[in-house]
């Protein structure tokens, strides 16, 4: 692996950095507290290409390769967690379409998911009772005719409410486990598609966590993406890159949190002198960028193996792994050292500390990711 980033990475990467300081960070304060959707901060991320970083050229996408995304990812996430994670599922419902779908289906919705046609794509994979399991999932579809029906429920929808297309998953197969189950393009107000109400969330509050409902929810035949029984295998692809998406958006929370501590420790005296210059927190704030540089640096090699098209289930599980369970120590020392400021928000650190927990949850849990690397050890 090369460490040096070439000039179109930096050129993806300090555009990504521009926007989230100048765009971005001032208004996510006020977005948070009111759990406003960022509608067209999302709209000029579309625009400049970050919408599909990783997509052919071909299809609206930058081409840019999954290092860039990484770098693009985490440097959105230090603006603003909640537009991260947005740009994140679209990337990877962009992807996952070049991936497995029809030419048709590539040049019909892929370059509206890059260029801001569609606001956001959604993935609905989870269920109620089917998170860490999803061959469990008990929503159905059944061909009639030239058309699909899709009926069951789906939860934790990120952008679920405002998506122009959602890639859902449905078992078309009960008896056959998890080579029944198939994936479908349902576009955004199909009838049928019931969307409920945003969750009250922890953290992202800008971004929309949604239940869905499909009731009778007809879609065409060619909406099928990939070939029927292949649905199980296209999102654990998906979910591979997804986890290199997630470390990088835990990697640019935990930058911000650092940048916070460092600033307020120089700023911040007691007993006559900044209280960096105490062991005490100096210590602090030496493990923290330790651990997120080693962190960045797993994120970037699975990128880079995504990238040359080799086998990188094991590498992005690690990164996600340790990415986010690091990421949240930081967010909670960058609290620490704030004292009583970090705990209102008044201080972003308390927004970062809420904001990365969920990153060892979603995208597979912290348990999952070290199943899937320990059955990787031991193939």
Same mark, same amino acid.
């Given at each position: 692996?090369?460490? &040096?980033?070439? &000039?179109?990475?930096i050129?993806?990467?300090?555009? +990504?950095?521009k ?5 971005? +960070?001032?208004?996510?304060?006020e977005?948070d507290r009111q ?6 901060e999302?709209?000029e991320?579309?625009?400049l ?7 052919p ?17 985490t440097?959105? +996430?230090?603006?603003?967690?909640s ?8 990337n990877?419902c ?7 779908g029809t ?9 509206r998911?890059?260029s ?12 109620p ?9 008990t ?18 929808i990120t952008?679920g ?12 197969d009960?008896?056959a486990g ?5 994936c ?5 107000g199909?009838?049928?598609l019931?969307?409920?109400?945003? &969750? ?12 869905l ?13 990939g ?10 692809r ?6 290199i998406?997630?470390a ?8 911000? +949190?650092l940048e916070?501590?460092i ?10 002198r ?21 962190a ?21 599980s ?12 930081i967010?909670?020392e960058?609290?620490?050292i704030h ?11 308390e927004?970062h500390?809420?904001?990365v927990r ?14 899937v ?7």
């Amino acid at each position: 692996m090369d460490f &040096e980033l070439n &000039e179109l990475q930096i050129a993806i990467r300090d555009t +990504a950095r521009k926007f989230a300081e100048e765009r971005l +960070a001032p208004g996510a304060r006020e977005r948070d507290r009111q759990e406003i959707f960022p509608r067209e901060e999302i709209l000029e991320m579309a625009r400049l290409g970050l919408m599909g970083v990783n997509v052919p050229e071909a299809y609206g996408g930058a081409q840019a390769g999954a290092v860039a995304y990484s770098l693009a990812l985490t440097e959105i +996430a230090r603006g603003d967690a909640s537009a991260a994670v947005t740009m994140g599922v679209t990337n990877m419902c962009a992807e996952l379409i070049c991936a497995a779908g029809t030419e048709e289906q590539k040049r019909k919705y892929v370059p509206r998911l890059t260029s801001g046609g569609y606001v956001a794509g959604a993935f609905a994979l989870s269920e109620p009772h089917a998170g860490s399991d999803p061959a469990s999932m008990t929503t159905r579809a059944e061909r009639k005719g030239d058309r699909w029906v899709l009926n069951g429920a789906k939860q934790w929808i990120t952008s679920g409410d405002v998506a122009g297309l959602l890639v859902v998953w449905a078992k078309t197969d009960p008896s056959a486990g998890s080579k029944g189950i198939s994936c479908f393009l349902v576009e955004g107000g199909t009838p049928g598609l019931v969307v409920g109400k945003p &969750e009250a969330k922890m953290g992202l509050r800008a971004s929309h966590t949604v239940p869905l409902l499909f009731e009778n929810c007809e879609i065409p035949a060619e909406n099928l993406l990939g070939a029927e029984g292949e649905g199980f295998k296209w999102a654990m692809r998906a979910l591979d890159g997804g986890r290199i998406g997630i470390a990088s958006q835990a990697i640019g929370i935990a930058q911000a +949190a650092l940048e916070a501590s460092i600033a307020y420790a120089k700023e911040r005296k007691a007993f006559g002198r900044p209280i960096a210059e105490f062991q005490a927190i100096a210590f602090k704030l030496a493990d923290m960028k330790t651990q997120l540089e080693a962190a960045r640096w797993l994120t970037l090699r699975a990128a880079w193996m995504k990238e040359q098209g080799m086998r990188f289930t094991r590498e992005a599980s690690m990164a996600k792994l340790f990415a986010s369970e690091a990421a949240n120590r930081i967010a909670a020392e960058a609290v620490q050292i704030h004292g009583g400021y970090g705990y209102v928000d008044e201080f972003p650190v308390e927004r970062h500390l809420r904001d990365v927990r969920v990153t060892t949850i979603y995208e597979g849990t912290s348990e999952i990711q070290r199943v899937v690397i320990a059955r990787e050890l031991l193939r």
